[in-house]
């Protein structure tokens, strides 16, 4: 805990709530995370009330808390082990909730994302007449989420990266097997992977670190607000890039 608190400047946002667990209460257990990017119900409903009930304190010891509470107390959907303190902080400063047990060597990580997003919007620089009026926010999971509502098939494949040392952005790639050329998607998850920039703010970044020809007045990378217009480019082959943000 105190090298969280340090690694973060002590940030006033960097929330650590102690609890004690087993059947003496002698199991010192620690829930951290950053207030504003989490969702503050999720941790009250499935953490902290799942852990603070009485069912499980009679079994639990040091050998077997991170077993019991992941698999059996925890009710909350994503959960992972953590065993280093890069993925700590990555996950952490996700959104992610960590909860620590004194004299355990590992952290589980609880996937509670939230806070405030902007609500989906009608687009405002591409008008249509027809079809779907709903444009992409800034957040990375409501986008791909919409192109998936048009896109009802398994085949279409997304893979995620972090571009950006200091920002991490969220980066993932989006494109339909079996349509789209393996030779394309291939050389796109190599130029995304050798990018070594400090920040990513906008999808205008990955555009200019990854195209081919630069001195040509033609545009070789569309870019697009509107779901169901990456989805007619899917169709056709092409690989779509989204940026978080």
Do not use: C
């Not at 992610?96 to 952290?107: C, E, H, M, P, R």
């Not at 896109?151 to 200091?166: N, Q």
């Amino acid at each position: 805990l105190n090298m969280i608190k340090r690694k973060t400047g002590n940030s006033s946002d960097v929330v650590i709530r102690e609890i004690k667990m087993g059947g003496a209460s002698d199991i010192k257990t620690a829930i951290v995370y950053i207030e504003g990017i989490v969702d503050n119900q999720s941790i009250q409903d499935y953490l902290l009330q799942s852990m603070m009930k009485d069912d499980h304190k009679e079994e639990i010891n040091q050998h077997n808390a991170i077993d019991l509470l992941s698999k059996d107390i925890m009710t909350i959907g994503n959960i992972s082990s953590i065993n280093n303190l890069d993925d700590l902080f990555a996950s952490l400063m996700a959104g992610d909730t960590l909860i620590l047990v004194d004299g355990v060597k590992q952290a589980l990580s609880a996937s509670t994302k939230g806070g405030e997003k902007r609500s989906i919007v009608e687009s405002t620089t591409e008008m249509v007449v027809r079809g779907p009026k709903g444009a992409f926010t800034e957040s990375l999971g409501t986008n791909t989420a919409m192109v998936r509502r048009i896109i009802k098939t398994p085949d279409l494949w997304m893979e995620s990266l972090k571009i950006g040392r200091v920002t991490k952005t969220d980066v993932t790639f989006m494109y339909i097997h079996g349509i789209a050329n393996d030779k394309v998607v291939k050389e796109i998850r190599q130029r995304l992977k050798r990018i070594d920039i400090d920040s990513i703010l906008e999808s205008g970044y990955i555009e200019q670190l990854i195209e081919d020809q630069t001195f040509t007045p033609f545009p070789t990378i569309y870019n697009t607000e509107r779901p169901d217009v990456v989805a007619g480019n899917l169709l056709e082959g092409r690989i779509a890039i989204f940026v978080d943000g």
